[in-house]
């Protein structure tokens, strides 16, 4: 069965302190693809990332980072340098290929919410 | 461009009323997803619409939840009668294509109170 884990439900940190967000997720399918979304406090979830399952390679973008570990089945996401902004619930999620290689829905982790503090 | 659009973003009524939710997508994605987020539950998926045909309705609760999609643009869901255990926020998503490289793009959700 797929599924998510993000143990951590809160987290609170100060302002330019690195944190890191963790996720563990579960699957059978050799392809699936794992989302990283941000729910700032408007409500909307804005996307962040997506990895699929044969591409591990770290990515950065600014001061956001992933680190992919398919031997531990973990997508972290880490924020360096944290600011005020940053503070949201953010939600890792699973989606597993269809066949045809077409998207299934999306298996959402709990969230963990951050709060960066000035 | 303008993102996905839910109405309304509160909504709150009493057990055994009937409400409906509103879903406007991206203009031009052909996939709809509804998802709902219970307090305290991950956000579950509801159903997928590829135009107006369902494509997969597993994650819808019971019959008292119907969804449609007339015309393949905006869609509606509808409670009917709700349930003190529907409460929670209700999320639409669109996607372009229906393609693993396809992103879905979340709207600001609803939120509904059933007392």
């Known amino acids: 069965a797929q599924k998510v884990t993000q143990a951590q439900t809160e987290i609170s940190v100060v302002e330019k302190e690195d944190v890191t967000l963790d996720c563990v997720y579960e699957?059978?399918?050799?392809?699936?693809?794992l989302f990283w979304y941000k729910q700032p406090p408007s409500g909307e979830l804005v996307f962040l990332i997506r990895?699929?399952?044969?591409?591990?390679q770290n990515e950065i973008s600014g001061r956001y980072s992933w680190n992919f570990q398919k031997s531990t089945s973990s997508f972290n996401f880490t924020i360096t340098a944290s600011q005020v902004v940053d503070s949201a619930v953010y939600f890792c999620?699973?989606?597993?290929?269809?066949?045809?290689?077409?998207?299934?829905?999306?298996?959402f982790g709990k969230g963990t919410k951050l709060s960066v503090k000035p | 461009e303008a993102g996905v659009t839910q109405f309304p973003s509160h909504s709150v009524i009493e057990k055994g009323q009937t409400v409906t939710l509103r879903c406007d997508p991206i203009s031009g994605h052909d996939n709809l997803y509804w998802y709902r987020r219970v307090m305290g539950k991950e956000i579950k998926f509801l159903l997928h619409?590829?135009?107006?045909?369902?494509?997969?309705e597993s994650g819808m609760p019971n019959n008292r939840f119907l969804a449609e999609r007339t015309g393949g643009t905006y869609s509606t869901l509808k409670v009917q009668p709700a349930e003190l255990e529907d409460s929670g926020v209700y999320f639409c998503?669109?996607?372009?294509?229906?393609?693993?490289?396809?992103?879905?793009?979340f709207g600001p959700g609803t939120r509904l109170t059933v007392l």
């Open positions: 998503a669109s996607s372009q294509g229906w393609a693993s490289t396809d992103t879905q793009y």
């Open positions: 619409f590829v135009k107006e045909s369902k494509q997969d």
């Open positions: 999620a699973l989606s597993e290929a269809n066949y045809g290689g077409s998207q299934g829905n999306l298996i």
């Open positions: 990895r699929n399952s044969f591409d591990e």
């Open positions: 699957t059978r399918d050799t392809t699936y693809y």
